[in-house]
């Protein structure tokens, strides 16, 4: 984070590096958020592109599929699920237990992530709008709680670590595409409501994210939270 803000009074100094971007192909702009109009080399189109297009949200994304699969899947795998079941609580409270520790490293990983743009901000005048920058950590966190509880719900349902990673990271993938190339294949364009990444809305630090997207991406994160927390009970697990 650090880094990407350091560079960035670089590429203000530099007035041809939007005529650069506007002769990038459409599917390049489309799928890494570059908005139509945008100015990249104001510090909200420069982290919309650098961070918020991508980088960001894979490492939200890798951490929180990571941690929610680890914390039941991964401990049935390696023989220790039933320690942690054996003190007197429900199967299901231990999944949503898990569910809130997940959620907690997430929302440190945004907060920090917050207070290094905040840092940066007046050291090389990015002039952010904050309101914009605590939308964007929230559509980012709201990203981030879908696909971790996602794996833990996959990890609670099925004894398989390899599924409880793989299909969340399988969605991620599908619903990013989705949203990054909707508007160039016209027959995706139908399934763009489905893509978390669609809702949050894209180039959130320039346009601000969609509050209703982002209640609507908690609201299927709890969800599936919940439903993870039910199929847990119809199940017997697995000791190696």
């Known amino acids: 984070m650090a880094l990407v803000a350091a560079i960035f009074p670089s590429i203000e100094s530099s007035p041809d590096f939007n005529k650069l971007v506007e002769s990038y192909p459409d599917v390049l702009k489309s799928l890494f958020g570059i908005a139509e ?4 080399t104001s510090g909200a189109g420069y982290l919309d592109v650098e961070l918020w297009s991508f980088m960001l949200p894979l490492l939200v994304l890798v951490l929180a599929i990571g941690s929610g699969a680890r914390t039941f899947a991964g401990e049935e795998d ?18 949503l237990a898990k569910g809130a520790a997940v959620a907690g490293e997430i929302v440190v990983v945004c907060v920090a992530a917050g207070i290094t743009i905040l840092v940066f901000d007046p050291l090389v005048g990015l002039d952010l709008s904050f309101p914009r920058l605590a939308s964007a950590l929230m559509s980012l966190a709201a990203l981030g709680l879908l696909f971790g509880w996602l794996a833990l719900a996959v990890g609670a349902a099925v004894p398989s670590r390899t599924l409880a990673i793989g299909i969340p ?8 595409l ?4 909707h ?19 894209s180039s959130p630090l320039q346009k601000g994210a969609d509050g209703w997207g982002v209640l609507a991406v908690v609201v299927a994160a709890l969800v599936v939270l919940l439903a993870g927390s039910r199929l847990v009970e119809r199940r017997d697990l697995e000791a190696p």
């Open 37 to 40: 109009g945008g100015d990249i």
């Open 78 to 95: 390696a023989g220790r699920l039933e320690l942690v079941l054996s003190y007197p609580l429900r199967r299901r409270d231990a999944v």
């Open 169 to 176: 990271a399988g969605a991620a993938a599908a619903a990013y």
């Open 178 to 181: 989705v949203s990054g190339l």
């Open 183 to 201: 508007e160039l294949a016209g027959w995706l364009d139908p399934f763009r409501v489905l893509s978390p990444f669609w809702l949050v809305g």
